[in-house]
């Protein structure tokens, strides 16, 4: 009896560690990217992104409605990439330990870096106009 209880343990432990493991390396990437840069373009508040979340949403919906790879969602929130899309964000969150707000986090810091990288780039490009205009 022992035995079988020690059979059955183990590898339920060892998947509750790997996936621990999977959500605190998915958070630390996240937050490394909401990390603000020493190069970074500021946002006005009128350009800053609102993302449109709701847990009854699917993950595939919510990618699709904020413009966002499905991928980079999954990767940012810890679930592995097999885990199919028809799954709601409420079922979702309970499995792998987060909340609507962290997943509204990741969407609009992953969007407003894109904004503001196009802004910069905008910018470079005017700069570099500019210089090729004066003698």
């Known amino acids: 009896m022992k035995k079988l209880i020690f059979i059955l343990l183990v590898p ?13 390396k998915a ?14 373009v ?4 009128s350009e800053k992104f609102h993302a449109v979340v709701s847990d009854e949403m699917t993950l595939a919906q919510v990618a699709d409605t904020n413009d966002i790879s499905i991928l980079l969602l999954k990767k940012m929130l810890g679930i592995p990439h097999y885990v199919d899309h028809p799954y709601s964000i409420l079922q979702l969150s309970r499995n792998y330990k987060f909340t609507v707000a962290d997943l509204k986090r ?18 470079k490009e005017k700069n570099k106009s500019n ?3 004066q003698p």
């Open 42 to 45: 500021e946002l006005e508040e």
């Open 131 to 133: 210089q090729k205009v």
């Open 12 to 24: 339920g432990l060892l998947l509750w560690g790997g996936c621990e493991q999977a959500r605190q």
């Open 106 to 123: 990741i969407i609009e810091a992953q969007k407003d870096r894109q904004t503001a990288n196009r802004k910069k780039a905008a910018e």
């Open 27 to 40: 958070t630390r990437e996240a937050m490394k990217t909401m990390m603000p840069k020493k190069e970074q």
